[in-house]
């Protein structure tokens, strides 16, 4: 399985990011999804996560009603889209992919990791 990660920049607080994870390697409609996220000098924490079908979602509270996750299965594809970014968003962010079950907050979870992608958010 491969996890590769796209979309992150430097950005404005106030402005949008699309973040994109390109899945390769097994039937990606199979299997929940999440975003993570490091900022320098702290631990990965979640942000959001998404079931296999993209009908359930599962938001960290300091990203809700900012931050959307979606997916598209015939593309292979999960998204982040991220809006009202602010200066303590700024983190490398990961996306990863279980393999059962869905929605958990929790990286032992997850079984595969993308590279992860770099947000700044400026003030």
């Known amino acids: 399985v491969q996890l590769q990660a796209s979309g992150g920049g430097l950005v404005q607080a106030g402005g949008s990011l699309r973040l994109s994870c390109a899945a390769s390697?097994?039937?990606?409609?199979?299997?929940?999804m999440g975003w993570f996220r490091q900022a320098p000098g702290k631990e990965r924490e979640f942000v959001t996560a998404?079931?296999?079908?993209?009908?359930?979602?599962q938001y960290a509270d300091s990203v809700k009603g900012r931050f959307t996750i979606s997916r598209d299965n015939a593309k292979n594809t999960m998204f982040l889209q991220m809006d009202s970014l602010k200066p303590e968003d700024t983190a490398v962010y990961y996306c990863?992919?279980?393999?059962?079950?869905?929605?958990?907050?929790?990286?032992?979870?997850?079984?595969?990791w993308g590279q992860g992608t770099q947000v700044t958010v400026s003030s």
């Open positions: 990863a992919q279980r393999n059962y079950g869905w929605g958990s907050q929790y990286e032992y979870d997850y079984a595969y």
């Open positions: 998404i079931s296999r079908s993209g009908s359930l979602t």
């Open positions: 390697g097994r039937t990606f409609s199979n299997y929940a």
